[in-house]
């Protein structure tokens, strides 16, 4: 694992999801794609320090601190365990993969949110759907150039 | 073993005062300030613009309006403050508050939450709810202040709640952001004569703004939901907040 590529890989993410797609009402989850890339190409210990990572990548873009290194680390942890017993190889068992953990790594965190004392906004769902389904859709077309980024062969399987 | 000492992390982070955690926001924003603006740029100028050039700008021409509604608005409070204490002397609004000048570092606007983060903090006489202006309008207040950086929840957040009033109404009411660029004033009566078009206005909270200031224009009236003796009232921003590149800062009696 080239931690210095995924570094800068992580920053430059970090930085386009905070910047370019900030205005959009529903964007995709640069980040959540990510998480997804490397729990399935990574080995499993990796697979748990880049989640936490990224979840914490996401917190510090976002308005509270905590929520998503859990809901992402948690996640990502489990994906990672679970394509050692489901082969995530084609796009769209990708694109499935991206939806739910999307779905499920987003609920947690708003409900991690709404347990730090942050109300609700009535609209919860449509932005978890909406972001996920976007995601999903344009996530596994991004694992390409991070595969070629952290020169990881995309046909392998991380099996052990 | 790494995943429970990672989970025990994120649980501290969670718990933590958020005063302390969001110093990991404040630093990002400013490490990251040069490549999110441009990016931040690059968003804004991808949207189609038409420009008739014989016309003033749709942004001068929202400073403009947001200027004489705020000045007619105090006019009326002035008048007002004359009849309830004639003989006595009256200070002009905002005569003795400081408006610091800040940098728009980062926006968050869409999703659940509706925010930007400023270059301005403890160290300029910042404080937590203090009125935010941007283009002559409240665009929100100050949710949390580091020592050189403060943090700006807007009033389309869903977790604010800033009182106000509806232009030509004597009365005031709670408006609640609603997490998608606009907010809702709940609890009118549909005994009042509320149109798409009329002013909101921030009402003024001692210590923090002593004249009430354009806040938004409403942009649908109609009768909630389930309670046909309610209005359903969503206001919008009186100024485009996405293309502020400064705000100020209302600090009163500095």
Known sequence: MRWFRFAVLLSLVTVLQAGLLAHWNIKPDLLLILLVFFAIYCDTSEAVITSFTIGFAADVIGFVMGPQIISFGLFGTLLAYLHRLIAIRKMPYQSAAIFITGLLAGALAHFFTFLKGQPTTPNIYTVLIGTSLYSAIVGPFLFLPSAWWMRIKTHRFSGH | ?254
């Open chain 2, 1 to 254: 073993m790494l995943f429970t000492w990672f989970m025990l992390a994120g649980f501290i982070f969670l718990f933590a005062p958020q005063n302390i955690t969001n110093r990991f926001q404040f630093v990002f924003a400013r490490i990251f300030r040069w490549p999110l603006s441009i990016g931040r740029s690059v968003s804004l100028s991808m949207r189609v613009r038409q420009s008739l050039p014989d016309l003033v700008p749709r942004r001068e021409y929202n400073q403009l309006q947001n200027h004489l509604a705020n000045v007619i608005e105090q006019l009326n409070q002035e008048h007002k403050e004359v009849e309830k204490l004639s003989g006595m002397r009256i200070r002009l609004p905002l005569a003795g508050a400081k408006l610091p000048l800040a940098d728009v570092i980062k926006v968050s606007i869409g999703g659940l939450h509706a925010g930007l983060i400023i270059n301005r903090g403890r160290n300029d006489g910042l404080a937590k709810g203090q009125f935010v202006l941007g283009d002559n309008s409240i665009i929100g207040t100050i949710s949390d202040v580091a020592y050189r950086q403060a943090q700006v929840r807007l009033f389309t957040d869903s977790a604010s709640r800033i009182e106000v009033k509806i232009a030509g109404l004597s009365i005031d009411r709670l408006m609640q952001g609603n997490g998608s660029s606009s907010a809702k004033i709940p609890m009118v009566s549909t005994k009042y004569k509320i149109r798409v078009g009329d002013k909101v206005f921030a009402r003024k909270k001692p210590g923090l703004l002593d004249a009430a200031i354009i806040i938004g224009t409403v942009t649908q009236c109609k009768e909630a939901d389930g309670k046909p003796l309610l209005w359903d009232i969503t206001v919008k921003p009186a100024c485009d907040i996405e293309r502020l590149e400064d705000v100020a800062v209302i600090i009163m009696n500095p």
